[in-house]
């Protein structure tokens, strides 16, 4: 054998434990993203459990994100629940979602807006999407605002922005 055959099997071997590494961090994160995916079955669950309680007028936890009834004046005094205190609520010390963190991105908060490349820490965050249901075709689908108020029969996606900052919908609810 001469020093080229040598050195082409180097660079063979060199070549199949990066393919290795990547592949094996790749599962890596993709094991993370479906444990994500579970986490979001498990808020969808909530959700629906929440919304079966308020129709049947039992007590809920988590007041903040009791959603106005449509068409009917909140009483004088009060004002209706927004998206960032019930999302704040949920994912609190006390809340039902306290130990669900973003898996890729530890340090970043287990949900988001939107999910934006721009932004690092989305990678692996919820992201919790408005759908206003159009007569004619397709919902529009939109970011869940900070100050959007909560109101009965809102119609809401859940997804997880996944490390290519494509989102990977996981189901819908209704407030």
Request: include cysteine.
């Amino acid at each position: 054998m001469r020093y080229s055959d040598f050195l082409f099997l180097w660079v063979l071997f060199a070549n199949l434990l990066l393919v290795a590494y990547l592949g094996v961090g790749d599962h890596q994160k993709a094991l993370k993203i479906a444990y994500s995916q579970t986490n979001g079955e498990q808020i969808i669950a909530w959700f629906d459990g929440f919304n079966q309680k308020l129709q049947e007028n039992e007590p809920v936890a988590q007041n903040s994100c009791v959603p106005a009834q449509e068409g009917v004046a909140s009483p004088e005094g009060t004002k209706p629940n927004t998206w960032k205190d019930c999302i704040g609520s949920l994912f609190a010390a006390d809340g039902p979602f306290h130990e669900y963190t973003n898996l890729l991105m530890p340090e970043d908060a287990p949900y988001a807006n939107k999910c934006d490349k721009h932004e690092l820490g989305t990678s692996g965050a919820f992201i919790f999407e408005k759908m206003t249901m159009n007569p004619v075709g397709p919902p529009a689908v939109g970011p869940m605002e900070p100050h959007e108020k909560l109101v009965s029969g809102m119609n809401i996606r859940l997804s997880v922005c996944d490390t290519g900052y494509y989102l990977v919908k996981i189901g819908e609810f209704k407030l």
